[in-house]
């Protein structure tokens, strides 16, 4: 590894900004976001950037490497090519703050609007509820997501058509796939999906896989199966004459 690299970051707010190069020292071992705190501390204090744990646990310091949405934390230099400018930018779906801080608070107030867990009651006398193994390992692989909205930030939907208002997002339905596939909850936020969450905006390209740092199958575990939910409950003929036939004998009734 060379003893030193520019780093091409990005300075300004939403107003104007432009890409500055910075020259600092690497050594082996080093992430991108070491390269930015020293850069912070040898040639730009100002430098606003987003970090807490430098674990890869927070999702805080999501920003884009050389066109990728990455965690900086979790980027070792040994990984990227060196020899050229490490462009290093803020994430593009969100509003722009300063620097390479960006407004995500959407994603909080998209997760106030999806129905809140709601359990069954306890089928034990402790109650606990019996529920097999097998349905308990199905929803831990999205529990490990950090919210550090990458795949936010990849998804076509939200960055090249900014449908924020339409579409909540492959965080948000993996989120909902949780709900949807625990073994005890009983809301049905089937309709929700169609309806007000947008699931069928995606048209399952898998970006959102490719880039989680927690290695969740976003699209084949979450994403796929809520839309076979949508699509039996709503667009299944046996089960639309099944519902006509139900709705049928409630009203006589």
Known sequence: MTDSAVFRIWRGNQDSGEFV????????GMV???????????????????WNCKAGKCGSCSAEINGMPKLMCMTRLNSINVDEPV?????????????????????YRVKQNIRKYQPRKP???????????????????????????????VCHVLREHGLHDRFIGPRFLTYVAALEMHPADTQNRVPDLRNQHG???????????????????????????????????????VAKLFSIFRTSGNSQG
């Open 21 to 28: 190069d910075y020259r600092t020292e690497i050594t082996s």
């Open 32 to 50: 991108v976001l070491d390269a930015i705190h020293q850069i912070q501390s040898t040639h730009a204090p100002d430098l606003a950037v987003r």
């Open 87 to 107: 462009t290093v930018e803020p994430m593009k779906t969100f509003p722009l703050i300063r620097d390479l801080v960006t407004d995500v608070s959407w994603n």
């Open 123 to 153: 089928d034990m006398a402790d109650g606990s509820w019996r529920i097999d193994q097998r349905d308990v390992d199905r929803v831990q692989e999205f529990r490990k997501c950090i919210e550090c909205y990458l795949c936010q930030d």
């Open 199 to 237: 699931i069928g905006y995606c048209n399952i390209t898998k970006c959102c896989t490719k880039v989680c740092p927690e290695g969740i199958t976003i699209t084949d575990n979450a994403i796929i199966p809520l839309k076979e939910r949508v699509v039996d409950q709503f667009y299944d003929p």
